[in-house]
């Protein structure tokens, strides 16, 4: 898994210990490629996916199927962060 990934998880479980995470994929073997996880908000699915040197997308929802991309992209981990804190603080006062 490439280290920009692993410190985007390890920042998201330090800040979101209550949310779900499912366990994160990595596209091929390579320490290089691109990696998601799935995680959830109030019961609905999101995930967040990393390409190295486009940054991260986020996904909220349904999945659209094949060849949808994300609904955001966010070219550092301190950005989507940021989207998701407000993310879960918007969901978590319904």
Not at 12 to 36: N, S
Request: net charge negative; hydrophobic share 35%.
């Amino acid at each position: 898994m490439n280290p920009e990934f692993q410190n985007f998880l390890t920042l998201f479980t330090d800040r979101f210990p209550h949310v779900k995470c499912l366990e994160p994929h990595v596209a091929d073997d390579q320490a290089q490629g691109h990696a998601w996880f799935h995680f959830e908000v109030k019961n609905e699915m999101c995930a967040v996916e990393h390409r190295p040197g486009l940054g991260f997308g986020l996904y909220i929802g349904e999945d659209e199927g094949f060849g949808s991309g994300p609904e955001e992209i966010y070219k550092d981990a301190d950005s989507l962060l940021d989207r998701l804190d407000n993310l879960m603080t918007d969901a978590f006062q319904q």
